[in-house]
């Protein structure tokens, strides 16, 4: 009879006892799953010290409700895009303001302009003097 060890990652270690002429097969398959749960230890150690989850995310019935992002970036991101979206709705004017943020929204200004129902070459002009504003504002305000 030979003993081998097998290490598994949630149950204490258990010792297997295994003839002779079954050796070399068993060694092999608990060699491979004592790698296995070496590597699934290794694995949930690196996720639970290195995955921004919440705290608050759970897994409940089965699902995973754990987000990626963790709270603090959530509101950071949240408090950044209201500061922007602030700053923009007091230094344009409300039709400059809703033209560039759907110009900045992904369309081009032809889409800009027929969602606006307006020519295009006011619309471009509108753009140009909002991107024109902001930029005087912005490099005024902060030294190069």
């Given at each position: 009879?030979?003993?081998?060890?097998?290490?598994d990652p949630?149950?204490?270690p258990v010792v297997i006892q295994i003839e002779e002429d079954d050796a070399e097969g068993i060694e092999e398959i608990v060699r491979f799953l004592n790698d296995d749960a070496r590597l699934t230890q290794n694995l949930e150690r690196k996720e639970r010290y290195h995955t921004p989850y919440h705290i608050e995310?759970?897994?409940?019935?089965?699902?995973?409700y754990a987000?990626?992002?963790?709270?603090?970036?959530?509101?950071?991101?949240?408090?950044e895009e209201c500061f922007i979206d602030e700053w923009l709705r007091k230094n344009l004017t409300p039709l400059q303001y809703r033209r560039f943020r759907?110009?900045?929204g992904g369309n081009s200004i032809r889409e800009v302009?027929?969602?606006?129902?307006a020519d295009y070459s006011s619309v471009n002009e509108s753009i140009k003097a909002a991107r024109k504003k902001l930029k005087k504002i912005?490099?005024?305000?902060t030294p190069l």
């Open positions: 009879m030979k003993e081998v060890q097998y290490n949630y149950e204490v995310g759970l897994e409940y019935e089965g699902m995973d987000s990626e992002m963790d709270v603090a970036s959530d509101v950071a991101d949240c408090d759907l110009y900045m302009a027929r969602l606006e129902g912005w490099y005024g305000a």
